[in-house]
């Protein structure tokens, strides 16, 4: 007699161990160039970073304001540490949680001008959760082709059927919205700035729409908080929709400096998600230093936005401008801090970035399946507190690397 095991194992051609099968996997990676890897850093994540004793201009932070070693977010860190200890133990359902983290949550509700907020461990959970504890079997989610791949998650997780309409599209939403029948509800899902192009979502347009047909919309401004609208309260005050956008979704690890996500909502909704979300309920609270410092973080946001905004839109448009007049094909004129050089294959964006790194900066390549097949690139990220001369040295390796594989 033969058992179903058996049967399984035969069809493979044989027992390849599971580090056999995983080798050549990842040799297939190689092969392709998609391997991926990490560079180990010797200090802090900041303008400049240490690998292997040499200096590096770092390209490729969301830590858009230098906010994660500002040292009042610093000190609040290690006062937390000090008072509430390293962890937070248990789901804050399970063992309650510090105070921190709940004016964390008031002050976030306040910027973001929703009735509360809550705080989850990281931007992608609360993605991967809430748009499945707000939708079910018989609903809709409509989703756009170019959204973030915790929002892609977070449509299969959900029961609803999902519909994926082309990038920052109005009439394709209205399509697709046709094509819904029966009386399920439908939920517009769209990143408030796109993360690796980093355009705008038309906010308007769509907030137009989900009126017109009675939808639900969420933002994922996972980008644009900290960095637009007034007090860098984000993409959703920058467009004048905050009210009208039901879920609003952020991460406080890029401007904000620290670690965790959040959702900002109607009081209504945040006790359905505090009820129901199960990466909420299932999962420990952020540790008190990422609270302490977030919260650091933000007030500093709201006090300094002009400051900071001001020396990261002026860095913006510099690289922008400087990188053009090299002869890269890169989007001008926005003071957005996310800036694409699309080299196009995978093994002509790694080259680049060799090059690069060669010449004393860090920006790795980007390649599918975080950006769509045959749009490779270097995803630049500049920083409010990158200097002139960082980004004057930046622009050199910039050239240099063009000539070197034959891209200007
Ligand atoms: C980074 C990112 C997330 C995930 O946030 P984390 O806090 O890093 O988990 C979600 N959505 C978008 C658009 C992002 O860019």
């Not at 399984?8 to 990842?26: C, E, H, N, P, Y």
């Not at 997780?157 to 209205?174: F, G, R």
Request: net charge neutral.
């Amino acid at each position: 007699m033969r058992t179903g095991q058996e049967e399984k194992i035969d069809k493979t051609g044989g027992m390849a161990s599971l580090d056999g099968q995983s080798r050549q996997m990842v040799a297939e990676l190689k092969r392709r160039g998609r391997y991926r890897y990490m560079r180990p850093l010797d200090g802090a994540s900041s303008t400049r970073v240490e690998i292997d004793g040499h200096e590096y201009i770092l390209l490729s932070s969301n830590n858009y304001l230098g906010l994660s070693t500002h040292p009042e977010v610093v000190d609040a860190a290690v006062l937390a540490v000090k008072k509430f200890g390293a962890g937070a133990g248990a789901s804050r359902l399970v063992s309650g949680h510090n105070r921190l983290v709940q004016e964390l949550e008031e002050e976030i509700a306040d910027w973001k001008g929703k009735d509360r907020a809550l705080v989850f461990p990281s931007g992608y959970s609360v993605n991967a959760g809430v748009i499945s504890a707000l939708t079910g079997v018989g609903d809709f989610v409509l989703s756009d082709q170019m959204n973030h791949a915790s929002l892609i998650d977070a449509c299969r997780l959900s029961k609803a059927e999902t519909h994926v309409y082309e990038h920052s599209n109005p009439l394709d939403i209205i399509r697709k919205i046709q094509k819904t029948g029966g009386t399920g509800s439908i939920l517009i899902v769209t990143d408030g700035i796109f993360s690796m192009d980093g355009d705008i979502a038309p906010l308007r347009e769509i907030v137009s729409i989900k009126k017109k047909c009675g939808a639900h919309m969420a933002v994922d401004d996972a980008h644009g908080t900290g960095i637009i609208g007034e007090n860098g309260s984000g993409v959703a005050g920058f467009c004048g929709v905050a009210d009208d956008v039901d879920i609003l979704i952020g991460t406080l690890s890029k401007a904000v400096g620290s670690q965790g996500g959040f959702v900002a909502a109607g009081s209504d909704v945040i006790e359905r998600l505090i009820n129901t979300c199960r990466p909420f309920i299932f999962s420990t609270g952020i540790a008190p230093a990422c609270a302490a410092s977030a919260l650091a973080a933000i007030r500093i946001i709201r006090r300094d936005f002009e400051d900071l905004s001001s020396n990261l839109t002026r860095n913006a448009r510099l690289m922008r401008a400087g990188l053009r007049e090299i002869g890269f094909d890169v989007p001008a004129d926005s003071g957005i801090p996310i800036i694409p050089l699309i080299l196009g294959g995978d093994e002509a964006a790694l080259r680049f970035s060799e090059k690069l790194f060669g010449k004393g900066v860090f920006a790795p390549a980007i390649r599918p399946p975080s950006v769509p097949e045959g749009t490779s690139r270097i995803r630049i990220s500049v920083m409010a507190t990158h200097t002139e001369e960082d980004i004057d040295r930046a622009l050199e390796a910039f050239r240099a690397a063009g000539r070197a594989t034959g891209t200007i």
